[in-house]
C-alpha cells in the first residue's frame, strides 16, 4: 500500500533559521507528492506540489523536489517567520485513485522571536 | 466566503446519538472526500464521491455513513456516536475535469466533533 513517513515535531526555530521537515514515502503506482499546512483553526491548504521525479514545486519561499531515487520529499526554506507556524503534512496521490490523499502524520513548526 | 464550508464548526453530542456534519462547495467540483484528524495520525479517509450516485468507503468507513445530496453537498452521519469517534473532520474537493490540476484538494476548516 501507500503511506508517508515525516518527521515528527515539535520543531521550534528562532526567526530567519533554515527549516528542513523530511517526508518520504511508499507507493504501489507513480505518485504525485504535496505538501499541506494547517494553520491555527483553520483547514489545510495546499502549500506546494510536484507531479513527477526531480520536479522541484515553490511556494511563498518553500521549495521540495521530488526525489525518486530515495523516495523523499523534503519541505525547507531558508528563513523561517513567526507567520510560518503552524502544521505541515505531506501527502501522495496515486494516478487511478480517485485523488485520495495519504497523509503524513505531521509536523508542527514553531518559530519564536 | 470560502469555498468549502463545513457546519457545525464545533459539536459536543453524547454517546449514543447521531450526528450529522455537512459540507458545501462553491467550487464545482465533481469529487468531495470525507477525511478525519486525529493527533499523531494524520488524516484518514473516511468516505469519497465522484458524483450523486457514486459514493466509496475509504480507510476507515465502519460506524459512518454519507449523503450526496447534489453535486454541492456532501454530509457524514454518525449513527450512533461513541467516544473515540472525537476527533476533526475534514471535507475536501476536487476538480476531475482539470487533469493538471486534477490530484489537488481544497479543505473546509472542520468541524470539531467531541462525543462524551
Known amino acids: 500500500g501507500n503511506s508517508v513517513t515525516q518527521m515528527e515535531g515539535p520543531v521550534t526555530l528562532s526567526e530567519e533559521a533554515f527549516l528542513t521537515i523530511n517526508c518520504t514515502y511508499t507507493?504501489?503506482?507513480?505518485?504525485?507528492l504535496f505538501w499541506y499546512v494547517q494553520y491555527p483553526g483553520e483547514g489545510l491548504q495546499l502549500l506546494l506540489k510536484a507531479t513527477k521525479a526531480d520536479d522541484k514545486g515553490s511556494n511563498k519561499g518553500f521549495e521540495a523536489t521530488y526525489r525518486k531515487e530515495t523516495t523523499s520529499f523534503h519541505l525547507e526554506k531558508g528563513s523561517v517567520q513567526v507567520s510560518d507556524s503552524a502544521v505541515y503534512f505531506c501527502?501522495?496521490?496515486?494516478?487511478?485513485?480517485?485523488?485520495?490523499?495519504?497523509f503524513g502524520t505531521g509536523t508542527r513548526l514553531q518559530v519564536t522571536l | 466566503d470560502a469555498d468549502v464550508t463545513q457546519t457545525p464548526r464545533n459539536r459536543i453530542t453524547k454517546t449514543g446519538k447521531r450526528i450529522m456534519l455537512e459540507c458545501s462547495q462553491t467550487k464545482g467540483h465533481d469529487r468531495m472526500y470525507w477525511y478525519r484528524q486525529d493527533p499523531g495520525l494524520g488524516l484518514q479517509l473516511i468516505y469519497y464521491s465522484f458524483d450523486v450516485k457514486d459514493i466509496n468507503k475509504g480507510e476507515i468507513s465502519d460506524g459512518y455513513s454519507v449523503s450526496r445530496q447534489a453535486q454541492a453537498k456532501f454530509s457524514l452521519s454518525l449513527e450512533s456516536a461513541i467516544p473515540n469517534q472525537t476527533a476533526l473532520y475534514f471535507c475536501a474537493t476536487s476538480d476531475l475535469t482539470d487533469r493538471a490540476k486534477n490530484t489537488e484538494a481544497f479543505f473546509g476548516q472542520g468541524t470539531r466533533l467531541t462525543v462524551v
Open positions: 501527502a501522495l496521490t496515486v494516478t487511478g485513485t480517485a485523488s485520495k490523499l495519504t
Open positions: 507507493a504501489t503506482g507513480y505518485p504525485s
